[in-house]
């Protein structure tokens, strides 16, 4: 089976201290700005961390969504709360622990059809969630305001 690629650029500027706007590659979308909790930041918006939590509970719920749909299912608005716990690893390192996702159904389970296919299947078709999951190899570059590459540490 062939594998299919589709790639996205994103642009984050320094505004002051830890503070970065994001400009997103769709025409119309607002830039959003990031910001760390103090005391490195302001918490003027939210941090990495946050944001990959609302990834993650976006997929897993557009993801459910998608599915009751696909069975013409009209489940009424979707509600998610994420929990994300901070660890300090090996090093005292700050990571993700984990995230614990509550989808709330707008109804009674009883009341949407084919929901036990959905169950057993959304969560596979999250893009997000499942890449988390499984870790995602990130490449590192940095280069100074000649061009010039001062590190160059391939995805693995």
Do not use: Y
Request: charged share 25%.
């Amino acid at each position: 089976m062939a594998s299919e690629s589709l790639s996205f650029i994103l642009e984050l500027e320094q505004i002051r201290d830890f503070e970065f706007r994001v400009r997103f590659d769709w025409p119309g979308v607002a830039e959003l700005d990031l910001d760390e909790p103090a005391p490195l930041g302001r918490a003027s918006g939210p941090n990495a961390a946050r944001l990959i939590g609302a990834a993650v509970a976006n997929c897993l719920s557009s993801s459910l969504l998608f599915c009751m749909r696909k069975f013409r299912q009209s489940p009424g608005p979707l509600r998610a709360e994420v929990t994300g716990e901070l660890v300090r690893n090996e090093q005292g390192r700050m990571r993700i622990g984990r995230f614990d996702v509550t989808i709330r159904l707008a109804e009674s389970a009883a009341a949407i059809g084919h929901l036990d296919r959905c169950m057993a299947q959304f969560e596979d078709f999250c893009v997000v969630t499942e890449s988390v999951r499984h870790g995602i190899p990130v490449g590192v570059r940095v280069v100074d305001v000649t061009g010039a590459e001062i590190l160059a540490a391939p995805a693995v």
